[in-house]
């Protein structure tokens, strides 16, 4: 089987992934021409939802990029790319409410993105060394396949899968906490709140695809595994 198996699931989830991506960036491109009726800027956005919810303890910053907006629990700061911390737009207010709504989950106490949290050491530590240690049991690196040596990194990986599928209902939360906080206080016209929504439905689906994906490859190592220690 090799790892032919493993560059055919790589290569269809890179594809659909370009493809999620290109229309992610076609949507943000195409609702940052929309005007807010409201004429908020993206950081006033922020700022009033994050005030509205009773946060004032984080901050609201610009950060280089496009499309780098995150919120980062650390040092407690929303950061928003400079065409969402300027912008007037749909695509700005979206992107603002939704990284607030991460702000608000850690205000809340919100478990999954706790779980989140508590385990991105260990998700550092296993992205890095995962792939070494299961070409190393696929005796890609010594010669000689080894299923002890394989196991031990498809735990490692499975660790980068969990962060994967837990980031999952982190971000629709906080899309969801976004787009009702936008209407319930009249942010967004109807027609606004549509477009946001949609903005931030084909954001979701690039962390979904991203699941799959690493869904995917784990199934396969372990048919790997399978397989070698019945060989062994």
Same mark, same amino acid.
């Given at each position: 089987?090799?790892?032919?198996?493993?560059?055919?699931?790589?290569?269809?989830?890179?594809?659909?992934?370009?493809?999620?991506?290109?229309?992610?960036?076609?949507?943000?491109?195409?609702?940052?021409? %929309? /005007? @807010?009726?409201?004429?908020?800027? /993206?950081?006033?956005?922020?700022?009033?939802?994050?005030?509205?919810?009773?946060?004032?303890?984080?901050?609201? %910053?610009?950060?280089?990029?496009?499309? !780098?907006?995150?919120?980062?629990? *650390?040092?407690?700061?929303?950061?928003?790319?400079?065409?969402?911390?300027?912008?007037?737009?749909?695509?700005?207010?979206?992107? *603002?409410?939704?990284?607030?709504?991460?702000?608000?989950?850690?205000?809340?106490?919100?478990?999954?993105?706790?779980?989140?949290?508590? =385990?991105?050491?260990?998700?550092?530590?296993?992205?890095?060394?995962?792939?070494?240690? =299961?070409?190393?049991?696929?005796?890609?690196?010594?010669?000689?396949?080894?299923? !002890?040596?394989?196991?031990? /990194?498809? =735990?490692?990986?499975?660790?980068?899968?969990?962060? !994967?599928?837990? !980031?999952?209902?982190?971000?629709?939360?906080?899309?969801?906490?976004?787009?009702?906080?936008?209407?319930?206080?009249?942010?967004?016209?109807?027609?606004?709140?549509?477009?946001?929504?949609?903005?931030?439905?084909?954001?979701?689906?690039?962390?979904?695809?991203? *699941?799959?994906?690493?869904?995917?490859?784990? @199934?396969?190592?372990?048919?790997?595994? %399978?397989?070698?220690?019945?060989?062994?």
């Amino acid at each position: 089987m090799g790892l032919m198996g493993y560059y055919l699931i790589a290569g269809i989830m890179f594809l659909v992934g370009m493809i999620v991506s290109n229309r992610l960036k076609s949507k943000f491109t195409e609702y940052s021409q %929309l /005007g @807010l009726r409201n004429g908020l800027s /993206g950081r006033e956005i922020a700022e009033k939802m994050l005030h509205d919810n009773g946060i004032y303890d984080v901050r609201v %910053l610009s950060t280089p990029g496009e499309l !780098t907006d995150h919120y980062n629990p *650390a040092n407690k700061t929303v950061n928003l790319s400079p065409d969402v911390y300027a912008g007037r737009s749909v695509s700005a207010a979206a992107v *603002a409410a939704h990284e607030c709504g991460h702000a608000v989950q850690h205000a809340t106490a919100y478990s999954m993105l706790q779980l989140r949290s508590a =385990i991105v050491p260990l998700v550092n530590i296993s992205s890095q060394l995962s792939q070494w240690v =299961i070409l190393a049991g696929l005796g890609l690196m010594f010669g000689r396949s080894n299923p !002890t040596i394989l196991l031990v /990194g498809i =735990i490692l990986f499975a660790v980068t899968t969990l962060f !994967t599928l837990i !980031t999952l209902p982190v971000e629709y939360d906080a899309s969801n906490r976004a787009l009702a906080w936008l209407e319930n206080n009249g942010m967004t016209t109807p027609g606004e709140h549509d477009k946001a929504a949609d903005a931030l439905k084909w954001a979701a689906r690039t962390y979904l695809v991203a *699941a799959i994906s690493s869904v995917a490859t784990l @199934l396969y190592y372990i048919l790997l595994f %399978l397989n070698a220690r019945d060989r062994d």
